[in-house]
């Protein structure tokens, strides 16, 4: 390898602060849906040990804490929004 040649970042990139402030309300609820699902999925494969990439559970958390807290911000009730999606 050269050694001016740089990388690629390793993981996943997690959603950053800004990117989360500019969805949509309809977005932003289907986003913390999806990492709430996550979230729960990589729960589930640590406690059966399948979970390779365990920094993963905190990029995920983070990107959840990030969703709620702007849909609090712009007095979005996440669960009731999420509920009308699934029926």
Do not use: C
């Not at 999925?41 to 969703?67: P, Y």
């Amino acid at each position: 390898a050269r050694e001016d040649q740089v990388r690629p970042a390793r993981g996943r990139p997690g959603m950053k602060s800004v990117e989360v402030h500019n969805l949509e309300d309809a977005q932003l609820v289907e986003f913390a849906d999806t990492a709430r699902k996550e979230l729960f999925n990589l729960r589930f494969q640590h406690a059966t040990g399948q979970l390779e990439n365990t920094a993963r559970l905190k990029a995920a958390k983070t990107d959840l804490a990030r969703a709620l807290t702007v849909a609090r911000q712009r007095d979005i009730d996440v669960e009731t929004e999420i509920r009308k999606l699934n029926v």
